[in-house]
């Protein structure tokens, strides 16, 4: 044994991966998929089609009413996405 894991460049031991920051600040893209909403009045609180602007919660930028409803549409897509793919993990 061994030489297989020397061919394969495997390491024995404890190795984690290192690199989890760095992929953090690699990876620029966010999907905006965490919004929270903010209301200028206070009595609008609570009501979805009265949001004045929302806030990603990952990367701190601001989004109109619009386009904060287009980001959390789409990523309650993706959730629903993969919640089907899991359901049904092999179909055909
Ligand atoms: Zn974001």
Known sequence: MG???????RKTGTETAPAKEEEMIA???CPHGSLVAHWDEPQAMGKS???????????GERFSPEQGQRFMTE??????????ERA???EG
């Not at 030489?3 to 460049?9: A, I, T």
């Not at 990523?75 to 089907?84: K, L, M, P």
């Open 88 to 90: 049904q993990p092999s």
């Open 75 to 84: 990523a309650a897509e993706r959730v629903r996405i993969a919640e089907e």
């Open 3 to 9: 030489f297989l894991d020397r061919l394969f460049g």
């Open 27 to 29: 990876d620029v893209r």
């Open 49 to 59: 089609d009265a949001v004045s602007y929302y806030i990603c919660e990952s990367c």
